[in-house]
């Protein structure tokens, strides 16, 4: 679990440090260095960002608590079925 968290925060700094060249490209002189930059940094910060976001929703739902009811399971408990599972029991584990 900490793995998967600690990769995801080094996706979202990953993407913190594109805004920030995006950033960066748009204070550029050269106008092809600043729209070559804005463009490629800015749609890798998009990117980025809803590979984070897609990747924390999935992390919720997987490290949510579940409350699911449990069933009440009634057997029998008839002496034939605990004689089939002695014999089960014997076979496969004695």
Request: charged share 10%.
């Amino acid at each position: 679990m900490y793995v998967n968290i600690l990769l995801w925060l080094v996706m979202v700094a990953v993407c913190v440090l594109f805004g920030w060249l995006a950033r960066r490209a748009w204070q550029a002189k050269n106008a092809i260095v600043k729209w070559v930059g804005v463009v490629l940094s800015g749609l890798l910060t998009l990117a980025l960002a809803v590979v984070s976001v897609v990747t924390l929703l999935g992390l919720v739902k997987i490290y949510a608590a579940k409350n699911f009811p449990i069933p009440d399971v009634k057997v029998a408990g008839t002496p034939e079925q605990i004689q089939r599972g002695e014999h089960l029991a014997n076979a496969f584990c004695g």
